[in-house]
């Protein structure tokens, strides 16, 4: 029964009746063979989500009959004990005032779900009516949860992530039976699989443009502000697209690689809505997402984001995009991380054997970023100067980064710094440790006006020419000045570098 002709049917009926017969009767005619029945069990001291419409509870599957013959040696000792599987229960939350719209909506989401199979979509393994008298949704368990909140991991790389999510979008908007629009992309509908896969999830604001079954495509705004496209907002009624999608999707990537909701700094709807509506959207200042947020990603984000709803990117190219960049991403990382290891380096490497605090921010420059740390369990204070490149400039800034490397490794004198050693186990890239100096560089040392500077100067001379007169040729630092000197404890000048030391010759 189309969910047009059960809205007129019960138009005139209690919101129990329509739970107890005609819901019944659509679960009966339309998805009988999605229908699980008693053979579902929740368990509600583990509610593992919410949201408008519904909690979700880890629960378990008992196998049918056929499937657990299957799996075994088709004898009846393999039904006993029932094989079981881990699920994720999303039990429907109405109020009766809004009953049949929910019900509407969670059929559309069914009837949509129903039709998918793709390595990024999370299956849909059936429905029961078993619990609450209403209507719940069966799905695997993924105990990684959403990717919004696994990325909160600083350990986390999102980038796999994105190209999963654009993948799994592509597959829908190009889907057999005529395009489907997800309608509520962003980091939480988005689940992270045991090897680390983005899983679409949450189809109730999908539709399907061209079923049989009849699906409500125009309707009010639903959904997260944040990333809904600026068309959404400039009329009562309006008509979810692929280009919504789309736009949905940048803000999905700016999410993870920020690690933060869209428009995080504004304190209310009124203004987000604003913002979308009648501003440009501009890079989000320095920050955790300094990493992540590569000009390369920031492109991506903004042919995504085009005002005209026609002229934005359709998915095939973003995901063309995406999947160039990840490409050219891993080569160039892979090749330099195996340099990093090889002969030269291997007395340098540290491994795991290094943390950082990402709280604790020392310092930043044009190729990396510094924290404090710790080495071997806490028990010396490093600082880790992490490198950062845009994804298609990462070549030349980590040959840099492991030039220094290989000159600093060399040096050893009481006015430079020492190098420690080096870990590629941060961002997927390659950082440098050093001794943490907790009185700072220089300059900002001496504004503390108890302070004589003139005792540094003779220890930077000295470093200096060290470095110029260093026994393999000459050393040019090429960046001396007071904030790329570091203090000891001592108040002895350190010469370090926010730039690149080079060795002076072929």
Known sequence: MPPEQYATNSSSLSNKTILNTELQIVVDQRFAWFDLGHRVFRDTSKRIGSSTYGDVFEGTLILSPEQAKASGNGTEETLI?????????????????????????????????????????????????NFDDTI???????????????????????????????????YLHTYAQGPIIHGGIKGANVLVSNDGHALLTDFGSSCLAEASFSLVVNGDLEGTFDWMAPEYFKADKFTMSAAGDVWAFGMTILELLTRKRPFDHLQNI???????????LTCPSLDASFFRLTDEWWSICLSCWNRDPAQRAPMSDVVEKVRTLQTESKIIV????????DQRFASLALGHRVSRDESKLVGFGTYGIVYEGTLDSGQIKVAVKVARYGDKSALPVLEK?????????????ENVIKLLGLTAAFDHTLSVVSPLMSRGNAFDYVQDSDVDPRPLIPGIANGLHYLHTYKE????????????ILVSNEGHALLTSKRYLELDGP
Request: glycine share 8%; hydrophobic share 45%.
């Open 81 to 129: 004990p029932q094989p079981k599987q881990k699920v994720a229960v999303k039990v429907v939350r109405y109020v009766d005032k809004n009953a049949l719209t929910v019900l509407m909506r969670v059929l559309r989401e069914i009837y949509v779900w129903s039709n998918l199979a793709h390595e990024n979509v999370v299956e849909l393994l059936g429905i029961t009516t």
């Open 136 to 170: 719940s949704i069966v799905s695997p368990l993924i105990p990684r949860g959403d990717a919004f909140r696994y990325v909160q991991d600083p350990n986390v790389d999102p980038r796999p992530l994105i190209l999963g999510i654009a993948n799994g979008l592509h």
């Open 270 to 280: 009124g203004a987000i809505i604003n913002h979308i509506v009648h501003k440009e």
């Open 334 to 341: 892979g090749k330099l991380l195996q340099s990093a290891v």
């Open 401 to 413: 980064l492991l030039k220094e490397v290989y000159v600093w490794s060399k040096l050893d004198h």
């Open 473 to 484: 040729g000459p050393i040019i630092h090429g960046d001396i000045k007071g904030r790329n």
